[in-house]
């Protein structure tokens, strides 16, 4: 064996014996992109998508969902995305899984935080969204634009929570199927307006958002409460409703507010009764 052999032999060995012994750097996991039909992947497990016409008024949608399997339901999302067709940019963040803890079979769902006390928590989740909703801010140029919440089932009981906290600054909030009275006292600054769109057939929500219109009215926050026929759950209609009160287009009778855009048919007047014929 030659004498440059001898040399580069041991090197080897120490080279190979660190290598053995030293931990693989940590491989970053590859972001799952779960973004559903006509929504651009943003930041993070966080889409969005841009309305086809723009300028300086147009207003950002952050939409909350319900219990999230999976990817999700494509009907849901259509919903939501149905809002750029009215001028709106979405953006859709997924929550985090383990949230719905309420029951064993929707653990693995992603959800929204439902603890009122534990605001580091909210802010935290709203954090994963903040440059989302920078970015879409930028591309639609003529900023800063409005920006408002819709959420629906969880996702409208911790819009909720995000408007009393002040977790999220936002110009609106329309809670869809979600939303339950008011158990703690508001700490945010602000007192955005809220619409409260319950659904005939579910009569569990629509008790309970009776309850928070009623307390909200108490507390003088400025809100307004409608149902729509059908039973639990988001339809095109929803949103165009929460889009028409955003936009402070809502349809009076009374101070209220008409979810489906039409003032209801007037009374009809009653007929004087009819005199008794004389008999011939």
């Not at 889409?47 to 990817?71: D, K, N, Q, S």
């Amino acid at each position: 064996m030659s004498a440059s052999s001898r040399r580069i032999g041991p090197v080897v060995l120490v080279l190979g014996l660190l290598a053995a012994g030293c931990p693989k750097p940590p491989v970053e996991a590859v972001p799952e992109h779960w973004c559903p039909e006509g929504f651009e992947p943003g930041q993070g497990d966080v889409c969005f998508a841009m309305p086809m016409e723009r300028g300086p008024g147009t207003a950002i949608v952050v939409y909350l969902h319900g219990e999230l399997e999976g990817h999700g339901r494509p009907e849901e999302w259509a919903a939501a995305r149905s809002a750029t067709v009215h001028g709106f940019a979405v953006v859709l963040p997924r929550g985090r899984r383990g949230l719905c803890d309420w029951k064993p079979e929707l653990k693995n769902h992603f959800c929204w935080p439902q603890d009122a006390a534990d605001t580091t928590e909210m802010r935290n989740v709203t954090a994963e969204w903040d440059h989302t909703v920078w970015q879409v801010n930028e591309l639609l140029e003529e900023g800063p634009h409005p920006r408002f919440v819709l959420g629906y089932s969880n996702g409208a009981a911790f819009a909720h929570h995000l408007a009393r906290t002040g977790a999220f600054k936002a110009d609106g909030y329309a809670l869809i199927s979600g939303g339950a009275p008011i158990t703690e006292a508001s700490s945010a600054e602000a007192h955005p307006p809220i619409l409260l769109l319950g659904h005939e057939n579910d009569a569990g929500q629509v008790s309970k958002s009776k309850e928070l219109h009623e307390s909200l009215n108490r507390e003088k926050w400025p809100n307004q409460s409608c149902t729509r026929p059908g039973e639990h759950g988001l339809a095109g209609d929803d949103v165009d409703a929460a889009l028409r009160f955003f936009r402070h287009e809502p349809v009076a009778t009374k101070g209220g507010f008409v979810c489906d855009g039409t003032l209801p048919a007037p009374p009809a007047e009653p007929r004087p009764p009819e005199k008794p014929k004389k008999k011939k």
